[in-house]
């Protein structure tokens, strides 16, 4: 794959946006392949964390590649923006925690890229927003729906609106930021963070994840109703027993994802 690279380091995946000369721009080809790399990893049970980053020092990404769109026809445009919205939701489903590392500019499509995974760490001197309406459209692949839902109604319509660009603090102070590092330090932060979770029962992870995103578009009782059957999945594990194992015996459990 030339658009998206992919390593896997014990149990912790990362996939790269690798169009370092076109600060990451999503063309179909690179949606297409992000899209196989994210269904292979909803597969794979020795991939308990993803974290999806940008290639180069510039760009997380820029979004679509406005290059590209000046050359497509109506149907071809509407064709990218169906296979955005299904790559993005795609990641947003997968059962596995998902982290942003935001290394440089995330603008429309690379925002909403982030806004699909669950957690965004982002390096101190990027700009972010989504900035469709200045270029007469408006966010296509989840913006409109993510943004409002992770920081507010009234919020969400005024970055959308307004296409406002923010800075790595502005990001954090509105609640789209989970946390902010130095750029130096960006990598060996998002993987404390990931290792934080890789500490975890697999299968507990991917149970209260699935919890919350469901619990979440669900009145209370039914989220509770949720809540409870995730939790009944972890009851027969092999690894929950490991856990109660290792505490009595004081030494850190040894999880195998069964």
């Known amino acids: 794959m030339e658009g998206i690279r992919y390593e896997q380091n014990g149990n912790l995946a990362i996939i790269t946006l690798n ?9 179909y080809e690179m949606l297409r392949e992000l899209g196989q790399v994210a269904e292979a990893i909803r597969i794979n049970p020795d991939i308990r964390v993803v ?3 940008g290639a180069g020092e510039k760009a997380f990404s820029v979004g679509a590649d406005l290059k590209e769109r000046k050359t497509l026809t109506e149907q071809q445009v509407k064709r990218n923006i169906y296979k955005i919205g299904e790559v993005f939701s795609s990641i947003e489903s997968l059962p596995q925690p998902t982290i942003a590392m935001m290394n440089g500019y995330a603008f429309g499509g690379g925002m909403e890229l982030a806004l699909s995974c669950d957690f965004r760490i982002a390096a101190h001197d990027i700009t972010l927003g989504l900035t469709e309406t200045s270029l007469a459209i ?3 692949a989840g913006g409109t729906q993510r943004l409002p839902r992770l920081i507010g109604e009234s919020k969400a319509m005024e970055l959308i609106l307004t296409a406002r660009r923010l800075n790595a603090e502005e990001a954090l102070s509105y609640g789209i930021l989970t946390k902010v590092v130095a750029k130096e330090s960006l990598l060996e932060e998002t993987g404390k963070f990931a290792d934080m979770m890789l500490a975890n029962g697999p299968v507990a992870l991917q149970q209260a994840k699935f919890a919350i995103k469901h619990g979440m578009n669900a009145d209370l009782q039914t989220g509770l109703h949720i809540e409870r059957k995730a939790y009944e999945m972890t009851i027969p594990t092999e690894d929950r027993v490991e856990a109660l194992l290792a505490f009595s015996e004081k030494r850190k459990p040894q999880f ?3």
């Not at 169009?19 to 063309?27: K, Q, V």
Request: no cysteine.
């Open 19 to 27: 169009r370092p000369d076109s600060m990451n721009a999503f063309n």
């Open 51 to 53: 974290i999806f980053t």
């Open 138 to 140: 408006i966010p296509g």
């Open 256 to 258: 195998k994802g069964k």
